[in-house]
């Protein structure tokens, strides 16, 4: 766990950064082409790429206002006759207005054990989205850009809430032998990753963005900017977009074994 399980932001902060990531997929949407692909999602149009985000904002909707059911909820596409952006839209209105009209401390249902809070999907949401709209952008063959300070809370929350999570898409175990560093080069953060031996999630722990002096030394590190670390974790850049010291046959390994859905 890092030093802020919760976030490095306020949730008003990250429903800020939220509502200009949901600008950009709006004009993203707009600007089409619809039937372009998207090169990290295999398979996937612009379209269905907006459609996944739409879907994936009453999701999290739901996990909020209605804990009986969560997380098996119902979500509904765009009818074929639908504008895209203009559905997109009443999809993201409809989350903003119920992550503005809650108290970040009220439960929810979410993927994180430490924090069962709604106050979690401002976060991830905010992420979910931010990402995604790198999806578009490329998909676009257009300049990205992820902020460096949203990309540091990014990091943490890789460590934060997807270390105890191990679904279909992550078998094997995170292939972890030796602690390594991950470091940021534009921003003052840096986390150490180490092995708990377990074979069962979480099967390594975090210690950052300020890891203390017991923290395990690091036998490689993971240097670049706090984006392109993001993206690279991510599936959205190439590790040579980065910087390897030490042991590099074990960072390849735990990057191989994926961290990220």
């Known amino acids: 766990m890092t030093d802020y399980p919760n976030g490095l932001l306020t949730a008003a902060d990250y429903q800020v950064r939220l509502q200009q990531a949901a600008d950009s997929m709006v004009a993203a949407t707009q600007a089409g ?5 998207v090169p990290a999602c295999p398979g996937w149009t ?14 999290a909707r739901a996990n909020i206002t209605d804990l009986e ?23 993201f209105d409809d989350l903003a207005e119920v992550l503005e009209s ?5 439960p929810a249902w979410t993927v994180q054990p430490s924090n069962r809070t709604a106050g979690f999907w401002s976060r991830r949401q905010c992420h979910e989205l931010a990402m995604h709209v790198v999806d578009a952008r490329q998909a ?52 150490v990753l180490a092995p708990t031996g377990s074979a069962e999630p979480p099967e390594y722990e ?20 706090a984006a392109e670390l993001l993206l690279m974790f991510w599936g959205r850049a190439d590790p040579s977009s980065v910087t390897i010291d030490g042991d590099a046959e074990l960072v390849r390994r735990l990057l191989d074994s994926r961290i990220t859905p």
Do not use: K
């Not at 082409?33 to 692909?37: K, Q, R, S």
């Open 102 to 106: 809650t108290d970040p401390a009220a």
């Open 140 to 191: 676009q063959n257009a300049v990205t850009y992820y902020e460096p300070a949203l990309a540091v809370d990014g990091l943490s929350e890789i460590f934060d809430v997807w270390v105890y999570r191990r679904p279909a898409w992550r078998v094997p175990p995170v292939d972890l032998a030796a602690p390594v560093e991950v470091s940021c080069t534009d921003r003052d953060a840096r986390w």
């Open 46 to 59: 612009l379209r269905d790429l907006v459609v996944h985000v739409g879907e994936v904002h009453q999701w």
């Open 69 to 91: 059911r969560a997380p098996r909820h119902t979500t509904v596409p765009p009818s074929p006759d639908e504008d895209l952006a203009t559905w997109y839209r009443r999809c």
């Open 206 to 225: 975090a210690f950052g963005p300020t890891p203390p002096a017991t923290a395990p030394a690091p036998a490689a590190a993971i240097r670049g900017e």
């Open 33 to 37: 082409p619809l039937d372009a692909i």
